[in-house]
């Protein structure tokens, strides 16, 4: 069965609806509103699948660039917890090789290896991969 798409369907949707860029929470907001009555619905025609994964498009957008969830580094991942415990950077000589080593890897100019990794997430009580890149 073959499906086929109206393309005057499709432009009365996209006139209702008016999807754009978002630029406001507000707008945000009102495109939620519209998604969550899309995905309500138990059958939807191709005209609407194609208009709702344009709006969850443009909320992933939106949601991406406001509402980075973890864009932290393990660098500040890092000096978060050192500050938490009132560890100085000669607290983690033993476990980074040197003091050299320590200074680079707090200035973001060297990458914590695995095996730095496995020995600050025993010392912080936290997972090692933290420390790490993914």
Do not use: W
């Given at each position: 069965m073959?499906?086929?798409?109206?393309?005057?369907?499709?432009?009365?949707?996209?006139?209702?609806y008016?999807?754009?860029?978002?630029?406001?929470?507000?707008?945000?907001e009102?495109?939620l509103?519209?998604?969550?009555?899309?995905?309500?619905?138990?059958?939807?025609?191709?005209?609407?699948?194609?208009?709702?994964?344009?709006?969850?498009?443009?909320?992933?957008?939106?949601?991406?660039?406001?509402?980075?969830?973890?864009?932290?580094?393990?660098?500040?991942?890092?000096?978060?917890?050192?500050?938490?415990?009132?560890?100085?950077?000669a607290?983690?000589?033993?476990?980074?090789?040197?003091?050299?080593?320590?200074?680079?890897?707090?200035?973001?100019?060297?990458?914590?290896?695995?095996?730095?990794a496995?020995?600050?997430?025993?010392?912080?009580?936290?997972?090692?991969?933290?420390?790490?890149?993914n």
């Amino acid at each position: 069965m073959t499906v086929t798409f109206d393309t005057d369907t499709y432009s009365n949707l996209l006139s209702k609806y008016q999807p754009r860029i978002i630029k406001t929470e507000e707008e945000n907001e009102i495109f939620l509103e519209i998604v969550e009555e899309l995905i309500s619905r138990t059958n939807l025609n191709p005209e609407e699948d194609v208009l709702l994964e344009l709006l969850v498009k443009l909320i992933e957008d939106f949601e991406y660039k406001h509402y980075q969830i973890n864009s932290s580094t393990p660098q500040s991942r890092l000096l978060h917890l050192m500050d938490a415990r009132s560890l100085e950077a000669a607290d983690l000589v033993e476990i980074l090789g040197s003091s050299e080593a320590v200074v680079d890897v707090i200035c973001d100019r060297l990458e914590i290896t695995k095996q730095q990794a496995e020995a600050l997430g025993k010392l912080f009580h936290v997972d090692p991969g933290l420390f790490l890149f993914n």
